[in-house]
């Protein structure tokens, strides 16, 4: 897999999580690998389940080094270790860093053939590649690691292709599902791996984590971002310029307005995300509108699965309508206008049921 394969879906001015160093506020998340490992009976796959953006391709790729330094978890190193820290000058953790440690495989979406695009789905054959890799003897004799990034992405065909190394593992391999969303995830792999939670981030966790070497972000833009960043480091990354600042109230305040639709402003929004350059304000009114919509649901959990159902019909709508308009190149205004519609819809709905 090339590097292109592993940066597709990257932001721009950020690290890798191959690169990242240090994992912010997920110390309970290695503990529990850490006690596992050390037991000798440690599970060979694990679902690293959380929101996005909160550390779990870092964590695996931590793992992955941690494991390749120290293949032997009854270790005087091992016994004494705090977390998952391995020296970036160990030749280990180089080759992982360059993408070339003969026991590492990470399965992803890629671009097949000729095609430049990047697929939506990570396909079956690649599916099929990353079994394989489980087939041959360990290139330095310890552990095989796969990392899913993300487990979200495969689909039926791909998830029960990668199901074949998860039901019947070599000696010494490991399994790293990357996982945002559990429901997306077949039952029967649910049923077969370890569950390894990662919590959303707080505020100052963020900013810490947005002064890492690579990002080094402006500590006032930092604060800001992190306020709107629902706990993820990806999400307050994507908003640390003042323009997806502004575009996050505004779109904001239009949905605390519904069911009243400001016509007017809506119009105005989706003339702009139309525009060539529009693509970055696009992805920002889609990330606030499916925010809200979970801010609504959590707030609102206790009245009943009548009043919540628009909402959750209407979420999914959303999330299939992103989806599609990165696939089918779908006009950005039509969808705006349509989104806020629905919208407004649902909204009347759940307060009349």
């Not at 909160?54 to 016994?79: I, N, W």
Request: net charge neutral; with cysteine.
């Amino acid at each position: 897999m090339s590097e292109d394969d592993l940066s597709a879906d990257a932001l721009p001015g950020a690290p890798h999580p191959r690169e990242t160093r240090r994992l912010v506020g997920q110390d309970a998340a290695e503990a529990a690998f850490l006690e596992a490992y050390r037991s000798g009976r440690m599970p060979h796959a694990w679902i690293l389940s959380g929101p996005e953006g909160v550390g779990k391709a870092t964590f695996a790729y931590r793992a992955a080094r941690f494991v390749f330094e120290h293949p032997d978890p009854s270790s005087a190193t091992v016994l004494a270790a705090r977390n998952l820290d391995v020296d970036p000058d160990r030749p280990s953790a180089r080759r992982v860093l360059a993408f070339s440690h003969p026991d590492l495989h990470v399965l992803r979406r890629r671009a097949d053939g000729e095609k430049k695009s990047v697929p939506t789905e990570i396909s079956v054959h690649a599916a099929r590649d990353a079994v394989a890799f489980f087939g041959s003897t360990a290139g330095e004799g310890g552990w095989r690691v796969l990392i899913v990034d993300s487990a979200d992405e495969l689909n039926r065909n791909s998830s029960n292709a990668l199901l074949k190394a998860i039901e019947e593992p070599p000696a010494k391999s490991l399994i790293f599902l990357v996982n945002h969303v559990p429901g997306r995830l077949l039952p029967t792999i649910r049923s077969r791996c370890r569950r390894l939670s990662f919590r959303p981030l707080a505020r100052d966790e963020i900013v810490e984590a947005l002064s890492a070497p690579g990002i080094a972000a402006d500590p006032v833009a930092a604060a800001r971002a992190a306020a709107v960043a629902e706990g993820s480091v990806r999400t307050a990354l994507k908003r640390l310029d003042e323009r997806t600042l502004n575009i996050i109230a505004i779109v904001t305040d239009l949905l605390e307005a519904l069911p009243d639709l400001r016509r007017a402003d809506i119009h105005q929004m989706a003339e702009a995300v139309a525009k060539r350059e529009g693509e970055a304000d696009f992805e920002a009114v889609m990330d606030t509108v499916e925010e809200w919509l979970g801010r609504q649901a959590r707030s609102r959990a206790g009245e009943g699965s009548a009043r919540l159902a628009p909402l959750a019909e209407v979420w999914e709508k959303i999330a299939r309508a992103t989806r599609e308009a990165d696939r089918f190149n779908l006009d950005r205004r039509a969808l705006v206008l349509t989104l806020f519609a629905d919208l407004a819809e649902a909204v009347r709905r759940s307060r009349a049921a």
